[in-house]
């Protein structure tokens, strides 16, 4: 829809007023940022295609440009967001020493209506180094292979790797291929040497680790 003709409770900017923009989802804030659509593209359609875009380990404006209805402008503007807010909010990395320190790091992923795989590098000090997309979709032995979820790791230095992954229905119980994929992984880290130190599935009613349940 339009937004200039939604509801104005409903529309990104007075949500935001309204509510304060961390009730917004991905897409509502991306939204703000961007301003505008085009002709034949509303601003929250494109949004969703930015979104996919960033999900998907784009951050470069020229990049950024290849989506349609994406011109200099609204790239720039993404770029210079995602830049400011990583010298604002994270001057240092971000240390795991618990299972929902995690979540600050993956959990704007959870209103996802797809599953979404994660892989989370971290040093040593279990401090995290990056945090990317591994597949969207559900997840099984096809898409989370041990190979996408390791490469940008060892690229990375990384002595161990948490992987999450979240559940769009809300329940956080693993399933039996979660369970299965875990395992894999957890033998190709040993291989690796990179521990696979949890697994985390989330989702709006909150968050199943696999190490805290003693399954790692």
Do not use: W
Request: include cysteine; glycine fraction near 8%.
């Amino acid at each position: 829809m339009v937004i200039k003709e939604m509801p104005l409770h409903e529309r990104p900017r007075e949500r935001l007023f309204a509510h304060g923009p961390d009730m917004l989802s991905d897409t509502e804030l991306i939204a703000i940022l961007l301003g505008s659509g085009t002709r034949g593209r509303p601003v929250s359609e494109l949004a969703i295609r930015v979104l996919e875009a960033l999900d998907a380990g784009v951050r470069d404006p020229q990049r950024l440009t290849l989506i349609a209805g994406l011109g200099f402008a609204k790239a720039s503007a993404i770029a210079a967001a995602l830049e400011f807010s990583r010298r604002m909010l994270c001057p240092g990395r971000h240390r795991i020493a618990k299972p929902e320190d995690i979540l600050p790091v993956i959990g704007h992923f959870a209103d996802r209506k797809q599953e979404h795989f994660l892989s989370v590098s971290l040093n040593g000090a279990h401090e995290v180094i990056a945090c990317r997309v591994v597949s969207v979709g559900l997840v099984n032995r096809t898409l989370v292979h041990p190979r996408e979820v390791f490469a940008d790791a060892v690229t990375d230095r990384a002595t161990a790797v948490i992987v999450a992954h979240n559940h769009p229905s809300g329940r956080v119980e693993p399933s039996r291929e979660d369970r299965d994929v875990t395992a894999r992984l957890r033998t190709a880290g040993e291989h690796l040497g990179i521990t696979l130190l949890d697994h985390v599935v989330f989702g709006d009613g909150g968050y199943y680790s696999f190490l805290e349940h003693g399954e790692i």
